[in-house]
C-alpha cells in the first residue's frame, strides 16, 4: 500500500538499482522525483530533477516537499563525510523523514567501507532510516564484468573458491521500493535481500557457459592483480577499485554466502536466480559482428 503522500526523492536513479526503484513507485502510484545529474544545457527530463551531492545549489530544488529519500552512493565518492553526508543533513532540515540506504551485505562488520560510514550517521541522525545490504549483484556481471566475459570469455575477481549469494537488481529493488512506500513499517530495519542460492564463481562461469553456449571460465587474480585490472582494462576510479576488493575478499572469505529469504519477506515473491536473471541479461555478453572472437588480453 502506498502510505508515502509526498514526493519521493530518488538518486541513483539511472543505476542498477535506483532505476527499478523508480519503476516500482511509479507502479504503486507514487509522487516519484528521480535525481538526476544536471545537464550542462537543455533541460531535464519530465519527472527529473537535477541534484549532485557535491553541489549545494541544487539540493533546495531536489529536496523541496520530499519525505521519502533513497539514497545511493555514487561510486566515485569515497570521502562520504565530506562529499555526500552533508547533502542528507540539508535533506533532513528540509524536512525530509525516512532515508532508505543502498549499503552492502556485511556493512555492519566491513568498517572500512563507505557505506558503514554512512549507516553509523544515520543511526545517530535522528531520521528514520531502512539499510538494504545486498549481496552481490548479479547485474554486476553484465555491467561491470561485461568486457572481461564478452571479449575475454572470462570472469576475473578476486573471490577466491569462496560462494556468494548473487542478488537480482530488480529484487533490491523491490525491497527498497516497499521501504519507501510505508516507511513506518521499515523504520530502523536493516533487510538483506539474497537471490535464493550461493555459487562459486567457477560455478557462475559454469551457468554463463550453458547460456552463451560458448566456455566461460572464471579467474581470480589476487587482490593485488585485481586492483590493476579494474584500474587498466576495466578503467575503475581508484576508490571503486578499492570498494569491490574489500567486497570481493568477504566471498574469498566465506562471508558473503548467507543466503536470507529477505526479498520474499518483503515483496511475497521468490528471488531470480543467477540463470534466470543471465538468461534476461545475455545480450551485455554476446560477441558483436566487428568482434567475433572477443577480444585478447
Same mark, same amino acid.
Given at each position: 500500500m502506498?502510505?508515502?503522500?509526498m ?5 541513483? &536513479?539511472?543505476?542498477? !538499482?535506483?532505476?527499478?526503484v523508480?519503476?516500482?513507485l511509479?507502479?504503486? /502510484?507514487?509522487?516519484?522525483?528521480c535525481?538526476?545529474?544536471?545537464? &550542462? &544545457? ?5 519527472g527529473?530533477?537535477?541534484f549532485?551531492?557535491?553541489d ?11 519525505r521519502?529519500l ?7 565518492i569515497?570521502?562520504?563525510r ?5 547533502a ?10 525516512? !532515508?532508505?540506504?543502498?549499503?552492502i551485505?556485511?556493512a ?5 567501507v ?6 553509523r550517521?544515520?543511526?545517530?541522525? /535522528? ?7 545486498? &549481496?552481490?549483484? #548479479?547485474?554486476?556481471l553484465?555491467?561491470t564484468?561485461?568486457?572481461?566475459i ?6 576475473v575477481?578476486?573471490a577466491?573458491? /569462496?560462494r ?7 529484487d !533490491?529493488?523491490?525491497v ?9 513499517a ?10 535464493p542460492?550461493?555459487? #562459486? ?6 551457468v554463463l ?6 566456455p ?13 585490472h579494474a584500474?587498466?582494462v ?8 578499492? !570498494? ?15 543466503l536470507t ?10 528471488p531470480a536466480?543467477?540463470r534466470?536473471?543471465?538468461v534476461?541479461?545475455?545480450?551485455a555478453w ?11 588480453s
Amino acid at each position: 500500500m502506498y502510505r508515502t503522500c509526498m514526493p519521493v526523492l530518488v538518486t541513483g &536513479s539511472s543505476g542498477n !538499482v535506483g532505476r527499478w526503484v523508480g519503476e516500482e513507485l511509479h507502479a504503486a /502510484g507514487a509522487d516519484v522525483r528521480c535525481a538526476v545529474r544536471p545537464p &550542462s &544545457s537543455g533541460q531535464l527530463p519530465e519527472g527529473t530533477v537535477g541534484f549532485d551531492f557535491t553541489d549545494e545549489r541544487t539540493w533546495a530544488a531536489a529536496f523541496a516537499g520530499v519525505r521519502a529519500l533513497f539514497l545511493v552512493r555514487p561510486p566515485a565518492i569515497g570521502n562520504v563525510r565530506r562529499d555526500l553526508l552533508p547533502a542528507v543533513a540539508a535533506a533532513r532540515e528540509a524536512g525530509v523523514e525516512h !532515508v532508505v540506504f543502498l549499503s552492502i551485505q556485511g556493512a555492519d562488520r566491513l568498517r572500512v567501507v563507505p557505506h558503514a560510514t554512512v549507516e553509523r550517521w544515520l543511526q545517530g541522525s /535522528g531520521l528514520g532510516w531502512t539499510f538494504v545490504r545486498p &549481496s552481490f549483484f #548479479t547485474q554486476n556481471l553484465s555491467t561491470t564484468h561485461a568486457p572481461d566475459i564478452r571479449d575475454r570469455d572470462e570472469v576475473v575477481v578476486p573471490a577466491g573458491r /569462496g560462494r556468494t549469494a548473487f542478488v537480482d537488481t530488480r529484487d !533490491v529493488a523491490a525491497v527498497a521500493a516497499a521501504a519507501l512506500l510505508d516507511p513506518a513499517a521499515h523504520r530502523d530495519q536493516a533487510w538483506t535481500p539474497t537471490g535464493p542460492e550461493a555459487l #562459486t564463481y567457477t560455478e557462475v562461469a559454469d551457468v554463463l557457459t550453458d547460456v552463451l553456449g560458448r566456455p566461460i571460465t572464471y579467474r581470480d587474480p589476487g587482490l593485488p592483480g585485481w586492483f590493476r585490472h579494474a584500474r587498466t582494462v576495466l578503467g575503475m576510479p581508484v576508490g571503486m577499485a578499492v !570498494v569491490t576488493a574489500a567486497i570481493y575478499t568477504t566471498a574469498r572469505l566465506g562471508l558473503a554466502a548467507g543466503l536470507t529469504d529477505h526479498v520474499e519477506q518483503v515483496t511475497g515473491r521468490p528471488p531470480a536466480s543467477v540463470r534466470t536473471t543471465a538468461v534476461r541479461e545475455q545480450a551485455a555478453w554476446r560477441r558483436t559482428p566487428e568482434n567475433p572472437r572477443g577480444g585478447q588480453s
